[in-house]
């Protein structure tokens, strides 16, 4: 069974830096593309970052550029998203989740976390 | 940038009736780029059409996908209590993955 174990959300202040974690297990975590998505408070989802199997081939939305980094330790089966100086409007829970074989869509996501940006 | 618009907003249906849901993007598109997904309040999205049409394992039969070029359905037959929730559409391209804004199904 594919499961992706997320941890790392909390609040955090304006400005601070922030790193979340997903453990993932029941796949081949190497050759399986992951994704962070997130969601804010009463708000759509919104893409942010892609990392191929083998750590190449990242892509990051425009909102994501430049402030966020997405990497994988493909020796601990852990995904990980690098956040720094973090807004309010960063605020929402935060989604890893697992890229399809078939299709470029996402088959399995981890439980969400939360991160709170406040003073 | 290809932009994806969902309607209706909200969808407000009984039991046993018919959904339908639209997802129409700014330029034609691979219908293997499309995908559907619902989610639950307090929950992870979950997959529920890849490829504009193919049913993720576990999805009732009861749920279908449809569409090319540029519009896209998602079809709920029979609505069930657990089927009451917002669906998102999804599209990938040029690397890239957008979501639709997303319809609400409710009661």
């Known amino acids: 069974e594919v499961q992706l174990l997320q941890s790392g959300g909390r609040l955090v202040q304006p400005g601070g830096s922030l790193r979340l974690s997903c453990t993932a297990s029941?796949?081949?975590?190497?050759?399986?593309?992951m994704h962070w998505v997130r969601q804010a408070p009463g708000k759509g989802l919104q893409w942010l970052a892609s990392?191929?199997?083998?750590?190449?081939?990242?892509y990051y939305a425009d909102s994501a550029k430049g402030r966020f980094t997405i990497s994988r330790d493909n020796s601990k089966n852990v995904l990980y998203l690098e956040m720094n100086n973090l807004t309010p409007e960063d605020t929402a829970i935060y989604y890893c989740a697992k890229r399809a074989i078939k299709y470029a869509c996402f088959d399995s996501w981890g439980q969400g976390n939360l991160v709170t940006v406040s003073s | 940038e290809i932009v994806v618009t969902q309607s209706p907003g909200t969808l407000s249906l009984s039991p046993g009736e018919r959904a339908t849901l639209s997802c129409k993007t700014s330029q034609s598109v691979n219908s293997g780029y499309i995908a559907w997904y619902q989610q639950k309040p307090g929950q992870a999205p979950r997959l529920v059409i890849s490829g504009a049409s193919s049913r993720d394992s576990g999805i009732p039969d009861r749920f279908s996908g449809s569409g090319s070029g540029t519009e896209f359905t998602l079809t709920i037959n029979r609505l069930e209590s657990e089927d009451f929730a917002i669906y998102y559409c999804q599209l990938y391209g040029s690397s890239l993955w957008t979501f639709g804004q997303g319809t609400k199904v409710e009661i």
């Open positions: 029941g796949f081949t975590f190497s050759s399986s593309g």
């Open positions: 990392i191929g199997g083998s750590g190449m081939s990242i």
